[in-house]
């Protein structure tokens, strides 16, 4: 039986429990989350390139963000942010290094709060993957001419074929990322979000150092398992110190490279074992909760890609540790939402693609649920009540 399989299980639905879990709140800290569909991060390659408005996110953020807080997402989660311009993973990406980026996210929290979600953002260092093209023109390496630059990462090791070769980070520039983290999440703070989320997964900074797959290290940032997860302490407990104790602190991991998973595979990569092992150090270090995915770090892995097919490594960390899970990956549907929830499989559900398909998706999944929005008052504005 394949891994991905073995956490699979069946609750009953809605109109055998008479409650709909998906649709009730969660207090995490101090904060309280409406209902458990979440939007997750979803780069939309839309800011400008250079000139004072680089990184800062526009109307297309404000209308993209804000229609998810209408169609009643409990959470919505600004994509990935990065805390300085060499961390971005395109030059199109947002930022928060500086209060014009600041002053612009004020804009979208207050309207998201306004509509009844919490306003959360992400962020990260995007590493060897850094200087790419936007997406849909391909997402190839950009240089100087394209408003590129020379990417950095844990050790001297290109992500692909085609890929620079990026410049390995001393001790004195790990600290200073370390700081970049700390200074966003304080504008984070101010900017109005109430949830941050550091980003550790798809083969992004903090990833690449976790992972032997991409760490090649000898000094104390490389080599065992707990030189490799240093930065992603170091960071957690830098954004930690300036994050308030009543709201909560979210890390993404990519809970395999799905190299060591597969027994066909001999690459050594970060695994599901290593992501237990490190769910509970964040926890120690006030992580309030693991937003779990995988894969991104290796090129050419092989993703057994299907509907739910990250969930049980979500499962897996919920099981056994002590840290709230949110679980994302080709969940579409409510009633598999629903079951994920009610099983105790993950404590809140992360959608993308469907989200982008359907803004709307967390208001009609409570109405099939026949929730009607339990736990989520008003979340139909009544600009919309003829529709309902």
């Not at 998906?22 to 101090?30: D, I, K």
């Not at 997402?73 to 300085?84: H, K, P, R, Y």
């Not at 000898?218 to 707990?226: C, L, V």
Request: glycine share 10%.
């Amino acid at each position: 039986m394949p891994y991905y399989e073995s956490y699979r299980t069946r609750v009953p639905m809605r109109e055998e429990r008479g409650v709909s879990a998906l649709f009730e709140p969660l207090t995490l800290r101090s904060l309280t989350i409406p209902n458990r569909a979440w939007m997750a991060p979803m780069c939309q390659y839309s800011a400008a390139v250079e000139g004072p408005e680089q990184g800062v996110p526009t109307d297309w953020h404000l209308t993209h963000l804000g229609s998810r807080a209408v169609g009643g997402a409990g959470l919505i989660v600004v994509e990935a942010t990065a805390v300085s311009p060499e961390g971005r993973i395109s030059p199109a990406d947002l930022g928060l290094w500086n209060e014009r980026q600041q002053a612009q996210f004020g804009r979208i929290t207050r309207f998201l709060t306004e509509h009844g979600a919490v306003p959360g953002i992400q962020l990260g260092h995007a590493g060897r993957k850094a200087s790419t093209d936007r997406s849909w023109r391909g997402g190839a390496p950009v240089g100087p001419e394209q408003h590129g630059w020379q990417p950095v990462a844990p050790s001297p090791i290109p992500f692909d074929e085609g890929h620079p070769v990026p410049e390995e980070l001393s001790e004195a520039d790990i600290r200073r990322v370390v700081e970049d983290f700390a200074a966003a999440a304080r504008r984070a703070l101010a900017a109005g979000f109430t949830v941050v989320e550091i980003h550790g997964a798809h083969g992004y900074l903090i990833h690449e150092f976790l992972s032997p797959f991409s760490n090649r290290r000898t000094d104390a940032y490389g080599g065992s398992f707990a030189n490799r997860a240093r930065f992603a302490l170091e960071v957690v407990d830098a954004v930690r110190a300036e994050w308030p104790d009543e709201l909560p602190l979210f890390f993404r991991v990519s809970a395999t490279d799905w190299l060591s998973e597969n027994p066909e595979d001999p690459r050594e990569g970060w695994t599901a074992d290593d992501t237990v092992r490190l769910a509970k150090e964040l926890l120690a270090h006030g992580v309030d909760l693991l937003d779990v995915s995988t894969g991104g770090n290796a090129p050419k892995a092989r993703i057994p890609v299907e509907p739910g097919y990250q969930v049980p490594f979500a499962a897996r960390v919920k099981a056994e540790t002590d840290l709230p899970t949110s679980a994302v990956g080709l969940i579409t549907e409510p009633r598999q939402a629903e079951e994920i929830v009610a099983s105790g499989q993950a404590d809140a559900v992360m959608l993308g693609r469907e989200l982008l398909r359907n803004p709307y998706w967390p208001n009609l999944a409570a109405r099939e649920l026949g929730s009607r929005g339990l736990g989520v008052p008003g979340r139909w504005p009544d600009q919309y009540h003829r529709a309902v």
